[in-house]
């Protein structure tokens, strides 16, 4: 079975301070990932994915992640956090079994705080 | 310009009540889905459509009924609302059910059934 697990419901994160939220996934074949990101009252914004190709994937707003197959993670990355990047972030992994409809498996999801 | 939208934002009703949600996307995708929120944040799959076919019904009970009058809309009848029911509703479109495809999100239609 294809699964997601973010280890973290909150993650704590001074500004200006590196961040990392993550993400752990389990597939049959080969893994297509993604990160949204959810503030509050709003929809969720995709911010980047892993298909295949080079390892560590940029996205948007300063976001990156890093895709390591051997450790089946994909942990997302900021060089500096900013007060406005707290929000709920969700790891996905594509369902990829036959008449699967092309579904996202979301992770619980991990609240970022970052405090001035 | 809205890539995905939902009305109504907000739905509050009664038990027993039957409600829609109407969900629209201007991306020219061809494959839109709708997904539930529950309380706890969890993000679970409901229903997914290509080409204004029905492909997954994860084991959504039939007092839901989504219906897609073409590729654009994508709208959700539920019938007999239940207190369970509560969540927030979204709706998503992607260009096609390709792994690599991203899925855009609408806003999101929390419903509360009193």
């Known amino acids: 079975a294809q699964s997601v697990a973010q280890p973290e419901d909150q993650v704590n994160v001074a500004e200006g301070n590196p961040l990392t939220v993550k993400c752990t996934y389990s597939v049959s074949g080969n893994p297509y990932l993604f990160w949204y990101v959810q503030y509050p009252n709003r929809g969720l914004q995709f911010l980047l994915k892993y298909i295949t190709g080079d390892n560590l994937v940029k996205g948007s707003y300063g976001f990156e992640a890093e895709f390591n197959k051997s450790q089946t993670s994909f942990h997302l990355k900021k060089p500096s956090a900013l007060v406005s990047d707290s929000a709920l972030y969700f790891c996905a992994v594509r369902h990829l079994g036959y008449n699967q409809g092309g579904k996202l498996i979301f992770g619980q999801g991990t609240e970022l705080s970052v405090k001035p | ?114």
């Not at chain 2, 539930?36 to 007092?63: A, C, G, H």
């Open chain 2, 1 to 114: 310009d809205t890539a995905v939208s939902q009305t109504p934002k907000y739905l509050v009703t009664q038990m027993g009540n039957d409600k829609s949600i109407k969900c629209e996307q201007n991306l020219g995708h061809d494959t839109m889905y709708w997904y539930k929120q529950d309380s706890k944040k969890f993000l679970k799959i409901m229903f997914s459509y290509n080409n204004k076919e029905l492909i997954i019904n994860e084991t959504v009970p039939n007092r839901f009924s989504p219906k897609s009058p073409d590729k654009a809309h994508l709208n959700l009848h539920i019938n007999s609302l239940e207190l369970g029911d509560s969540a927030v509703y979204f709706c998503a479109s992607s260009q096609g059910l390709g792994a690599p495809d991203t899925q855009y999100f609408g806003p999101g239609t929390r419903l509360t059934v009193l």
